[in-house]
């Protein structure tokens, strides 16, 4: 059984930056690829970043291109976002994701994805 936990949410002003982690447990974390995914209020989930598991394949979505950095540390079995530069529209639950299958790709779809985490909460005041 594939477990999932995200932290390092919090309040932060517009502007500051807050890492998020994602610990993995239950498998071999480092043939997964990871994602993550975020959900703001009446909103749909949308994609954030992923990493392929070597790392080599990393893919952004355009509305945090050059503010946010995806990383992962497979020994620690733990996947990362640096998040910088953040603004009010930032604001969401953050949610870790694992990819369903192995490959040398970073899925950006969360179609893709099997196992999901629980959430972090990340809001950023004006």
């Known amino acids: 059984q594939v477990q999932l936990v995200e932290s390092g949410g919090g309040l932060v002003q517009a502007g500051g930056s807050l890492r998020l982690s994602c610990a993995a447990s239950?498998?071999?974390?480092?043939?997964?690829?990871m994602g993550w995914f975020r959900q703001a209020p009446g909103k749909e989930r949308e994609f954030v970043a992923a990493?392929?598991?070597?790392?080599?394949?990393?893919s952004y979505a355009d509305s945090v291109k050059g503010r946010f950095a995806i990383s992962r540390d497979n020994a620690k079995k733990t996947a990362y976002l640096r998040m910088s530069s953040l603004k009010p529209e930032d604001t969401a639950v953050y949610f870790c994701?694992?990819?369903?299958?192995?490959?040398?790709?970073?899925?950006?779809?969360?179609?893709?994805?099997?196992?999901w985490g629980q959430g972090t909460q990340v809001t950023v005041s004006s």
């Open positions: 994701a694992e990819d369903s299958t192995t490959g040398w790709l970073a899925p950006t779809s969360s179609s893709e994805y099997e196992y």
């Open positions: 239950g498998r071999t974390f480092s043939r997964y690829a």
């Open positions: 990493i392929s598991w070597s790392g080599s394949d990393i």
